[in-house]
């Protein structure tokens, strides 16, 4: 099999929630990923009759979020309280059935993930002129071939998840960073009207966005909730993320406006920097049972994407 699919599979089970270069968002009101995701826990589990009518009242209760991960923040924390021991290691644990499912041909044919991949890339190439050409294509191949090197570590388990996590994101920031210098402004404009166009068309033929979907506010407002957050961890953890994201910025910016000539493995390695002091900060925020709690969120949301088209980027 073409190796590009777990590539992009890996991408998505790793990127949960974090901005995509191309703000492709997922339109599919399909219940599909949640009948998936809660028979995924019924069979990984062993869930008990009681445990998964519990779950999928919990999962229905989160449809107004849908297709945001949002959604299974009310599970997580029920899943946290109910769960035995046995259940949420099983749960946390790496993901064996990544290989044997993400990246069958079923499962491609059913989201179109390459097909998607390829029409992408296929526009990209088509706006571009002949100087940039050569310039995308290395883009394109460091990032292929950093991926590829991730999913290898993912496989074989030489790297923890937080370790994959880091290192995900730094490909990512340096892919958007690297992609945002080669552009024209009239090129970005270009693929800004073709992303809207797509969303567009996705909610006239498909629907299915929950209510609140679309709604930042409600949906940050639902993970405070569930963790039952005081005012004083919301303010740190606002404040600590606006730090984050400034410092991710800052590097951007001075990577696209030439006053910094990283190497990519330098852009990557202060992404990894930044995202390591920034998740060592964001931990003491938290008290364990919501670290368990944002944990076990975690593990569903990367199981729902599996199912889920793209997601909705936050």
Same mark, same amino acid.
Request: one cysteine or more; hydrophobic letters at 35%; charged letters at 30%.
């Given at each position: 099999?073409?190796?590009?699919?777990?590539? /992009? /599979? $890996?991408?998505?089970?790793?990127?949960?929630?974090?901005?995509?270069?191309?703000?492709?968002?997922?339109?599919?009101?399909?219940?599909?990923?949640?009948?998936?995701?809660?028979?995924? =826990?019924?069979?990984? $589990?062993?869930?008990?009759?009681?445990?998964?009518?519990?779950?999928?009242?919990? =999962?229905?209760?989160?449809?107004?979020?849908?297709?945001?991960?949002?959604?299974?923040?009310?599970?997580?924390?029920?899943?946290?309280?109910?769960?035995?021991?046995?259940?949420?290691?099983?749960?946390?644990?790496?993901?064996?059935?990544?290989?044997?499912?993400?990246?069958?041909?079923?499962?491609?044919?059913?989201?179109?993930?390459?097909?998607?991949?390829?029409?992408?890339?296929?526009?990209?190439?088509?706006? $571009?002129?002949?100087?940039?050409?050569?310039?995308?294509?290395?883009?394109?191949?460091?990032?292929?071939?950093?991926?590829?090197?991730?999913?290898?570590?993912?496989?074989?388990?030489?790297?923890?998840?937080?370790?994959?996590?880091?290192?995900?994101?730094?490909?990512?920031?340096?892919?958007?960073?690297?992609?945002?210098?080669?552009?024209?402004?009239?090129?970005?404009?270009?693929?800004?009207?073709?992303?809207?166009?797509?969303?567009?068309?996705?909610?006239?033929?498909?629907?299915?966005?929950?209510?609140?979907?679309?709604?930042?506010?409600?949906?940050?407002?639902?993970?405070?909730?569930?963790?039952?957050?005081?005012?004083?961890?919301?303010?740190?953890?606002?404040?600590?993320?606006?730090?984050?994201?400034?410092?991710?910025?800052?590097?951007?910016?001075?990577?696209?406006?030439?006053?910094?000539?990283?190497?990519?493995?330098?852009?990557?390695?202060?992404?990894?920097?930044?995202?390591?002091?920034?998740?060592?900060?964001?931990?003491?925020?938290?008290?364990?049972?919501?670290?368990?709690?944002?944990?076990?969120?975690?593990?569903?949301?990367?199981?729902?994407?599996?199912?889920?088209?793209?997601?909705?980027?936050?």
């Amino acid at each position: 099999m073409n190796k590009i699919l777990p590539i /992009i /599979i $890996l991408s998505l089970l790793f990127t949960t929630g974090c901005e995509n270069f191309f703000g492709m968002q997922d339109d599919n009101g399909d219940p599909y990923a949640n009948d998936m995701l809660l028979y995924n =826990l019924e069979q990984d $589990l062993a869930l008990s009759e009681k445990q998964i009518s519990d779950s999928r009242n919990f =999962l229905k209760s989160g449809r107004d979020y849908f297709p945001d991960n949002t959604s299974l923040w009310k599970l997580a924390s029920y899943l946290q309280e109910n769960l035995t021991e046995e259940q949420k290691e099983s749960l946390l644990s790496h993901p064996e059935y990544l290989q044997a499912e993400e990246i069958s041909e079923e499962n491609d044919d059913h989201h179109k993930r390459l097909r998607h991949h390829h029409r992408m890339d296929e526009f990209i190439q088509s706006i $571009l002129n002949a100087d940039q050409l050569s310039d995308y294509e290395n883009i394109v191949n460091y990032k292929k071939q950093s991926l590829e090197q991730l999913y290898n570590s993912f496989k074989n388990q030489t790297l923890t998840k937080q370790e994959i996590n880091r290192k995900m994101m730094g490909v990512t920031e340096w892919f958007r960073a690297a992609m945002d210098k080669l552009l024209t402004e009239e090129q970005k404009s270009i693929l800004e009207q073709m992303r809207m166009q797509k969303d567009d068309h996705w909610r006239k033929h498909k629907g299915g966005y929950g209510k609140h979907a679309m709604d930042h506010e409600k949906m940050r407002q639902e993970m405070y909730d569930v963790l039952g957050m005081t005012y004083e961890q919301i303010s740190n953890l606002e404040m600590l993320e606006e730090s984050f994201k400034s410092s991710l910025e800052s590097l951007h910016n001075n990577y696209v406006d030439g006053a910094v000539n990283y190497t990519p493995e330098e852009y990557i390695q202060n992404v990894e920097d930044i995202s390591n002091s920034f998740h060592g900060d964001k931990i003491s925020i938290f008290d364990a049972i919501q670290l368990e709690i944002i944990e076990i969120h975690r593990a569903l949301a990367r199981r729902f994407m599996k199912h889920s088209r793209w997601g909705f980027k936050g």
